[in-house]
């Protein structure tokens, strides 16, 4: 899997609703709305980097209300709850 954090600028006006719209798009798992310099963060899990442009590029840079995009690829995932799956496996609770 190939992860691809977007930060994205949107009207203020339309957060909620442009959040909506992202989270609806095929590859986006979830999208946040942050504080900060950006109003939202969608987390883009696609099979291979090919796919990227795909949703990025052609679907989430296209929804109505955005208006501008920093995209960064994830070289390694560290998590505590993959940890403590990892952990869990062959054993039930």
Do not use: N
């Not at 900060?36 to 989430?60: P, Q, S, T």
Request: charged share 25%; net charge negative.
């Amino acid at each position: 899997m190939v992860t691809a954090i977007v930060l994205i600028k949107t009207d203020k006006s339309s957060i909620p609703e442009t959040a909506e719209t992202l989270a609806a798009l095929e590859g986006v798992g979830s999208v946040y709305s942050v504080t900060g310099a950006w109003d939202l963060v969608a987390m883009v899990k696609v099979r291979r980097y090919e796919d990227l442009a795909d949703v990025i590029a052609d679907h989430l840079s296209k929804v109505d209300g955005i208006q501008d995009t920093e995209t960064m690829l994830a070289f390694r995932t560290y998590s505590s709850e993959d940890l403590g799956e990892g952990w869990a496996l062959g054993f039930d609770s």
